[in-house]
């Protein structure tokens, strides 16, 4: 889900065809022998999308969708096929205006009605789709703040936040981590780290930045 969502479409396309170079099977072939039920009902289209990656919004459109959004999530129907098609192939720019409707429209974000059962694991990675399509610096501060708070560094997910993120949205990364947590990130990093491992991760988030 994090890579699906994260890639710009091209991006996403040459993963795929670097895949299949390496394994000799699609990315989507083998997402859904590994899946099953709603989750592959998920996976499988987000792997498959080639999402429209200009600005442009259909507003009508974004009204259209953020009703039905509520009408599903309000029954509960999680894993409804038009609350998946939207999720899976609208635009980024057109989630946010959906999701933008869905909060002025119903009175909550549309995150935190998909906080209504805290143990469904389905839910949570929905929820987690429509964060980082649509606020990835909010999704990414969160995985660090985990990672680096949690009792022993989770430094897999440390390593692939930092690492994948530096060239693309870092500094908004940073902010959202500093605005959440009232410390820098570098300083975060420095309490939590150490050796050329800690070296190594300062210089690729531009230790003393803002």
Wanted: aromatic share 8%; with cysteine.
């Amino acid at each position: 889900m994090e890579i699906a969502c994260s890639r710009s479409s091209h991006e996403l396309h040459l993963v795929k065809q670097a895949y299949h170079a390496r394994f000799k099977k699609s990315l989507e072939e083998d997402v859904a022998f590994h899946t099953s039920g709603d989750y592959r009902k998920l996976l499988v289209p987000l792997v498959s999308a080639f999402r429209y990656e200009g600005n442009e919004v259909n507003v009508p459109l974004a009204k259209r969708e953020a009703k039905i959004l509520h009408e599903k999530i309000k029954d509960k129907h999680y894993n409804d096929e038009e609350l998946i098609r939207i999720i899976t192939t609208r635009s980024k720019a057109q989630l946010n205006a959906t999701f933008n409707n869905y909060n002025n429209e119903f009175g909550n974000a549309i995150t935190k009605d998909l906080k209504a059962d805290k143990d469904d694991e389905f839910l949570k990675l929905l929820r987690a789709t429509a964060k980082l399509l649509t606020f990835p610096e909010k999704y990414f501060e969160k995985l660090l703040r985990l990672s680096i708070n949690k009792l022993g560094t989770d430094e897999g997910a440390l390593t692939r936040v930092v690492t994948t993120r530096a060239e693309v949205d870092l500094h908004r990364i940073k902010e959202e981590y500093q605005r959440r947590n009232s410390i820098p990130l570098d300083k975060a990093i420095e309490k939590d780290t150490g050796g050329d491992y800690e070296k190594l991760l300062l210089a690729l988030i531009g230790h003393g930045d803002a």
